[in-house]
């Protein structure tokens, strides 16, 4: 992040949070689905109660204070106090994080449900970067992510072959675009309709409200339902806000994130099905279910490579053992 963008993001924090008390945590995300924008708004809402008004949080949605990149730098820098983000992104801060990313990883979404909430299983991931100035409270539901494209669906390995396809900032991603035979891009979520508008993109993997909330429906019309991954989003807190709050505030800001989760999950699947249903009605996208048998064997290799970094190889054997608890 450069001393510009610092500086620009240091003063509209300064024009929006003059007024506000020493106790108030200012969190800033990018677009998100709507489950997911309620939940963070229900942790707010606990966070003063718990608290009894003694701490507030402060919302700057929407990128206004810039990228998810942007913002997990200010958290580091300690120029904002929270921030949500993919934990796609997060392997770029962590690299055990880049075991989320992993193609096919959980058995379903309560196989997910599971791992993420075992403490064993996510608290190691959530410290491993305290010591670059913050760490996560809570994950959310970032549903399951599959490809859509422009001119035709991914039926077969051999439909993706060549066909220049938008990832997040992971390079677990990319490389499971590239097992494919797709090519990646790697791009912020916000460019990503003019480029598949102007075919520098072929298409994108995402869940299904980037057709809706996004737009990209207006412009990619075949989506294929692999279900490749279910990458969870990162509520990050600056260890500085940590240590400033009292242990009885930072008790009560742990609390609240962990029942924010629990308030999203209720109001996840029905709004999934809701995205769809508009996707069909209002985009006129089409939704494909391929075999995924082709696919999981052609990213094989990504496993076998993964024995290599035993605390990746940890925290996959955890997730896995968890699919027995689902």
Same mark, same amino acid.
């Given at each position: 992040?450069?001393?510009?963008?610092?500086?620009?993001?240091?003063?509209?924090?300064?024009?929006?949070?003059?007024?506000?008390?020493?106790?108030?945590?200012?969190?800033?995300?990018?677009?998100?689905?709507?489950?997911? +924008?309620?939940?963070?708004?229900?942790?707010?809402?606990?966070?003063?109660?718990?608290?009894?008004?003694?701490?507030?949080?402060?919302?700057?949605?929407?990128?206004?204070?810039?990228?998810?990149?942007?913002?997990?730098?200010?958290?580091?820098?300690?120029? %904002?106090?929270?921030?949500?983000?993919?934990?796609?992104?997060?392997?770029?801060?962590?690299?055990? $994080?880049?075991?989320?990313?992993?193609?096919?990883?959980?058995?379903?979404?309560?196989?997910?449900?599971?791992?993420?909430?075992?403490?064993?299983?996510?608290?190691?991931?959530?410290?491993?970067?305290?010591?670059?100035?913050? &760490?996560?409270?809570? $994950?959310?539901?970032?549903?399951?992510?599959?490809?859509y494209t !422009?001119? !035709?669906?991914?039926?077969?390995?051999?439909?993706? !072959?060549?066909?220049?396809?938008?990832?997040?900032?992971?390079?677990?991603?990319?490389?499971?675009?590239?097992?494919?035979?797709?090519?990646?891009?790697?791009?912020?979520?916000?460019?990503?309709?003019?480029?598949?508008?102007?075919?520098?993109?072929?298409?994108?993997?995402?869940?299904?409200?980037?057709?809706?909330?996004?737009?990209?429906?207006?412009?990619? +019309?075949?989506y294929s $339902?692999?279900?490749?991954?279910?990458?969870?989003?990162?509520?990050?807190?600056?260890? /500085?806000?940590?240590?400033? %709050?009292?242990?009885?505030?930072?008790?009560?800001?742990?609390?609240?994130? +962990?029942?924010?989760?629990?308030?999203?999950?209720?109001a996840w699947?029905?709004?999934?099905?809701?995205?769809? +249903?508009?996707?069909?009605?209002?985009?006129?996208?089409?939704?494909?279910?391929?075999? &995924?048998?082709?696919?999981?064997?052609?990213?094989?290799?990504?496993?076998?490579?993964?024995?290599?970094?035993?605390?990746?190889?940890?925290?996959?054997?955890?997730?896995? /053992?968890?699919?027995?608890?689902?």
């Amino acid at each position: 992040m450069n001393i510009k963008s610092i500086l620009l993001a240091t003063a509209a924090l300064a024009v929006t949070t003059g007024a506000a008390s020493a106790e108030s945590l200012r969190f800033a995300y990018a677009s998100n689905a709507t489950p997911t +924008k309620e939940a963070m708004a229900h942790f707010g809402e606990l966070v003063e109660e718990k608290t009894g008004g003694e701490v507030t949080v402060q919302f700057f949605p929407d990128s206004q204070l810039g990228g998810e990149r942007e913002l997990v730098e200010m958290v580091q820098g300690g120029l %904002l106090d929270m921030t949500k983000v993919s934990g796609g992104l997060m392997e770029s801060f962590s690299p055990v $994080y880049g075991v989320f990313s992993m193609p096919y990883l959980f058995d379903s979404q309560e196989h997910f449900y599971a791992a993420m909430d075992n403490p064993e299983v996510t608290g190691p991931v959530y410290e491993s970067t305290r010591d670059d100035g913050m &760490v996560a409270l809570t $994950y959310y539901d970032s549903g399951a992510r599959s490809f859509y494209t !422009k001119d !035709k669906p991914i039926m077969k390995v051999e439909d993706l !072959k060549g066909l220049k396809i938008r990832v997040m900032q992971s390079p677990t991603s990319i490389r499971m675009v590239e097992m494919l035979g797709g090519s990646p891009i790697a791009m912020g979520q916000d460019e990503v309709y003019t480029s598949i508008q102007q075919g520098v993109l072929d298409g994108a993997e995402n869940n299904e409200f980037a057709i809706t909330i996004a737009g990209h429906g207006e412009v990619a +019309k075949h989506y294929s $339902y692999d279900v490749h991954t279910r990458i969870p989003d990162i509520m990050l807190i600056s260890t /500085a806000t940590l240590d400033r %709050l009292s242990e009885e505030h930072r008790a009560a800001v742990i609390e609240a994130a +962990k029942e924010s989760t629990e308030f999203q999950k209720q109001a996840w699947n029905e709004a999934v099905e809701a995205a769809k +249903k508009q996707s069909e009605e209002e985009f006129g996208v089409q939704f494909y279910y391929p075999e &995924v048998a082709q696919f999981q064997q052609a990213v094989q290799p990504m496993y076998d490579e993964l024995a290599a970094d035993p605390e990746k190889q940890l925290l996959f054997d955890a997730i896995r /053992a968890a699919a027995g608890n689902s």
